[in-house]
């Protein structure tokens, strides 16, 4: 048995997500040979791997609404044709080498946790050139056109919402399975916020607001700092700058009232979730699936138009968060959190359980691992 797991590093939550299936179907006794999980983006040419992300890196950081339009319009389902037709020109030119590599290994399955090699992958079902499963895990709580394909046998979705919205754009319902997005088993192991805050360098006994802005560490990340400072409330602040190293220089350097401890991209988000009571950040698939599985109430700012504004409205449909529209609006919601006995606060962490799917990864390796079975 064959199973190749494909993501891009367009953005952390892609490769998080991968590396959670890879890890789950390790831990399920599968041998490092039968489970592969490699990057798209290596396997394209040279223009291409540098400019796909960095187009898209270049747009939320400097034309965020430019993205927004743009991620409407490629969304807009009557353009779905002719949008389809120039993108998989475009992603095949790009992606021979990937292609190549897919139809010489011929796995039983590939599972697409990025819509890059899920468009690919479900055109090569399609014409007949991959005669395995494609599975396609979709990692935000709505779905965009470019995760629908024809020749996908099988979706892996966050939630009921999520099927819903497949359905409603044409997919068989027998085709869309709830599993949660996967993340990270660690994310699920109980461990105790006074030693994480310890072995952070923070105080014990002290209310603590955890600021991060995604793998590449975009957006008002100082401002909010700069304003939480300035509460009269005692409080200190984890600070992850991600692959931002300016960023993480400011916080070296800068003088602050209260304690403030900042960090690069880290590999122990789930240490730095637990030793925290509230997270302020942008909306990632992710981020937010492993805030619900650590019960941690989220702030949300700045999100990304167009897939993290649906999952920031997820967020505060569910009462699990709340959907600044500005900046300075982060005293008075954090603020609030910690006026009288941490209700509001309790409520938000309740729901955020609730909602949380902390085994989707192992989920998503039995559904596979079964569906292979049956055809072997």
Known sequence: MKILIIHATAGAGHLKAAQALHQAFLANG??????????ALDYTNDFFKKAYPAVYIFLIRYAPFLWGWIFHMLNCRWLKPLINSIRHFFNAVHSKRLISYVLNEQPEAVICEHFLSAELMAHLKRKGRFKGYVFCGITDFGVHQFWINEGTDFYFVASEMTKDELICKGVPQEKVIITGIPVDEKFSKEISKTQMRLKLGLDEGKFTVLITSGGFGVGPIKKIAGLLDEIPSDLQMLVICGKNP???????????KKKIKAFGYVNNMEECMEASDIIISKSGGLTVSESLVKGLPMLIIRPIPGQEMRNAQIIEDYKIGIRMKDVSEVTDQVEKMLEGDGKVLKEMKENALKLAKPKAAQRICAWVTEKLLLIS
């Open 246 to 256: 300016q960023l993480l220089d400011f916080f070296k350097k800068q003088t602050f």
């Open 30 to 39: 599968k041998e490092s040979d039968e489970i592969k999980k490699i990057d």
